[in-house]
T-cell receptor
Framework: SQQGEEDPQALSIQEGENATMNCSYK?????LQWYRQNSGRGLVHLIL?????REKHSGRLRVTLDTSKKSSSLLITASRAADTASYFC??????????FGTGTSLTVIP | DGGITQSPKYLFRKEGQNVTLSCEQN?????MYWYRQDPGQGLRLIYY???????QKGDIAEGYSVSREKKESFPLTVTSAQKNPTAFYLC????????????FGDGTRLSIL
């Protein structure tokens, strides 16, 4: 399977704290993307990082990519209750396909 | 408003029955995708289509079929050959350029009666 693995599977933090989740993958990639999924809904795209980039920021989100280790991390700073959701990494590979990780379930306690 | 519409939101299938899940987009996207999501798991690719009248199997295509007769529409049929169809099905679309971000519908939850 080319599916990535997220770590941890579940994360519970207090509002205002930072949340870090990691993604490891197996194959060469064109880019890596992070998505959020609220319960019972579709996925929403958060941020994309290309294979030749090492770090990217968007608002309270910071993504890093280490292609030598085939891993990425997503940092959400100053978390809010509304950030409670599942977060998935998706690797973009040849043929315009995507392979999604298993997800991290984040709970932000008010 | 541009987006992807999946219908119905909930669907029930009887043994031996084929059911079709609808996916329509008005984003003018070339590429469309179908994924299956099981509880606590990630998304697995069923089928994808880069252009009209063309589609490719994903990792778990057995027991499913698709068509792409119009750019806006990519229906998925879950056939009786799919022995474990209970899952959350998600449709997505993208511009079609190299691994451009995907837009998702809100899913169809399929259950067995």
């Amino acid at each position: 399977s080319q599916q990535g693995e997220e770590d941890p599977q579940a994360l519970s933090i207090q509002e205002g704290e930072n949340a870090t989740m990691n993604c490891s993958y197996k194959t060469s990639i064109n880019n890596l993307q992070w998505y959020r999924q609220n319960s019972g809904r579709g996925l929403v795209h958060l941020i994309l990082i290309r294979s030749n980039e090492r770090e990217k920021h968007s608002g309270r989100l910071r993504v890093t990519l280490d292609t030598s280790k085939k891993s990425s991390s997503l940092l959400i700073t100053a978390s809010r209750a509304a950030d409670t959701a599942s977060y998935f990494c998706a690797t973009g590979v040849t043929g315009n396909q995507f392979y999604f990780g298993t997800g991290t379930s984040l709970t932000v306690i008010p | 408003d541009g987006g992807i519409t999946q219908s119905p939101k909930y669907l029930f299938r009887k043994e031996g029955q084929n059911v079709t899940l609808s996916c329509e987009q008005n984003l003018n996207h070339d590429a469309m995708y179908w994924y299956r999501q099981d509880p606590g798991q990630g998304l697995r690719l069923i089928y994808y289509s880069q252009i009209v009248n063309d589609f490719q199997k994903g990792d778990i295509a057995e027991g499913y079929s698709v068509s792409r007769e119009k750019k806006e529409s990519f229906p998925l049929t879950v056939t009786s050959a799919q022995k474990n169809p209970t899952a959350f099905y998600l449709c997505a679309s993208s511009i079609g350029r190299k691994n451009w971000p995907q837009h998702f519908g809100d899913g169809t939850r399929l259950s067995i009666l």
